[in-house]
C-alpha cells in the first residue's frame, strides 16, 4: 500500500513535529511513563493520518460500458430525484456517498467520457452526511459526457474537517474509471447526478468502494 501524493508533505511535516517533540520529551521528562505516554499517542496519531492518505491500486475488473461505478469508498447516504439547479439545471437521479475519515479519501472518475466542465465554489465546512453540504460547502464540480452521450455530474464536497479539495480533471481531457479524479483531505462526500430512469445498483446504508462497486446502470439517451 503506497502513500497517495497529496499526503507526502503532511506526512513529512508531521512526522519531523512528532520526533522533535518526542526527542525534547525523552531529554526534559523524568517520568518515563509520561513520555511513554507521549510516544504512544504521537505514534497512534501518525499511524491515523498515514492510514488517511493510502493509496490502493484498483483496476475496475468489468466492462464499466453504461455503468456509474462508486467513485469513492464510504457509506450511500443519498439515493433520491433531485432538481440540480447550479450546473446540469435539470431533474436528476442523486446518488450520494459519504466518507469518513477512515476511509480512502482518493476519487475516480464515475464513468468513461469526456470532461465537459470542471468548476471550484468556496463554501462553509457543515457535517458532509447532512443533505444541504451539497450546495453550502466547499464543492467541485466535474460534468462527464459518456460516449452515448449521457452527462454524468460528479460532486466533491468538503465536510467539517475538510478543508482542501483536489480535482485533477480537465476540461476536454478523456477520462476512464480506472483513472483518479481527486482528492479530498479529511472527511467528506462525493454526489453523483445521473439521468432519470437509470437503474440504482446499491441501497442506503451500504458501504461501498471506489472503482470498485457499480452503484447504477445508465439509462439510454432517447
Not at 63 to 92: F, M, Q, Y
Not at 148 to 175: F, H, N
Amino acid at each position: 500500500m503506497k502513500v497517495h501524493k497529496e499526503g507526502t508533505g503532511i506526512l513529512l511535516t508531521l512526522f519531523t513535529i512528532l520526533f522533535i517533540v518526542n526527542l525534547v520529551s525523552y531529554y526534559t521528562i523524568a517520568n518515563r511513563w509520561v513520555y511513554y505516554l507521549i510516544l504512544g499517542v504521537s505514534s497512534i496519531l501518525f499511524l491515523l493520518v498515514l492510514n488517511f492518505f493510502r493509496s490502493p491500486f484498483r483496476r475496475f475488473p468489468y466492462d464499466s460500458e453504461g455503468l456509474v461505478i462508486a467513485p469513492a469508498d464510504g457509506t450511500i447516504v443519498a439515493i433520491e430525484e433531485v432538481k440540480e439547479n447550479e450546473i446540469l439545471h435539470r431533474e436528476c437521479l442523486q446518488i450520494s456517498i459519504f466518507m469518513s475519515v477512515f476511509n480512502v479519501h482518493a476519487n475516480w472518475f464515475p464513468v468513461n467520457g469526456t470532461v465537459k466542465h470542471v468548476s471550484h465554489n468556496k463554501g462553509r465546512f457543515v457535517a458532509a452526511y447532512l443533505p444541504k453540504s451539497s450546495t453550502e460547502n466547499e464543492r467541485s464540480a466535474v460534468v462527464i459526457t459518456t460516449r452515448s452521450g449521457v452527462d454524468v455530474l460528479a460532486r466533491q464536497i468538503a465536510g467539517a474537517i475538510a478543508r482542501r479539495i483536489v480535482t485533477y480533471a480537465k476540461e476536454g481531457e478523456k477520462c476512464h474509471v480506472d483513472d483518479q479524479m481527486g482528492f479530498i483531505k479529511f472527511g467528506s462526500r462525493v454526489d453523483v447526478y445521473i439521468p432519470l430512469g437509470s437503474e440504482v445498483l446499491v441501497e442506503m446504508d451500504q458501504q461501498v468502494t471506489g472503482n470498485q462497486t457499480p452503484i447504477a446502470r445508465l439509462a439510454k439517451p432517447e
